[in-house]
């Protein structure tokens, strides 16, 4: 869901379905958009009751006391709804790489008194996570929009705890938003691929609960 912005204005992650101007590959990342745009569209009530937040954070089967990442967290709409189910032992790193997404969900959690939720500014090629304390690292329509999607595995596979899990949902390459830009686009066979070589391995799939061609998968430590 929430997009993950490594650079303005060259970079917008998430919400694959607005994504439509590339920018050139480079060190940059994939899309443009202003982030005040973003946050007015993702915030809209219709699009957030379409995103099944409460299903999707039941797949994960957070537990009280948890730490959660959410990598792109964006305007912080998982974000916000994972500190719930943690609850006051638990915390959420919520990371994005665009200073003004930071800076909205720290006005969101001043206004409604939570204190469970860090905002993070992650760099390009590293989520910059303050300890190596993670039980769950979260993607929701991020990953297909970072450029080098196996260098930032591979960055973040260390801030996850030996037993924890990092789940990754994408849209299906072929009929997704994104079925005419190769550029943006993430298999299933390549995510497995990704993850085998940061030590990882499918352990469940989130399916069943999108009706647009969503798919979802968390993987363990093999």
Partial sequence: MPPYRHARPVVCLGVSLFCLILAPLSARQLGSRPTSDWITMMERPERVAGLKVDEIIGRLNLKPGEVVADIGAGPGIFSLAMARV????????????????????????????????????????????????????????????????????????????????????????????????PALQVTRAQLDAWMADIGFKPVQQIDGLFTDPRWGVIYGRK
């Fill in 86 to 181: 943690v609850g006051p032992k638990g915390k959420v790193y919520a990371e994005d790489v665009d200073q003004a997404f930071v800076d909205h969900i720290n006005g969101k959690l001043k206004d409604n008194h939570i204190t469970n939720v860090q905002p993070i500014l992650g760099i390009f090629t590293d989520p910059k996570l303050p300890a190596r304390d993670v039980d769950v690292a979260f993607f929701h329509d991020v990953l297909h929009h970072i450029e080098d999607r196996t260098g930032f595995l591979k960055a973040l596979a260390p801030y996850v705890k030996r037993d924890g899990r990092i789940a990754i949902i994408e849209y299906d390459a072929l009929t997704g938003p994104h079925k005419a830009q």
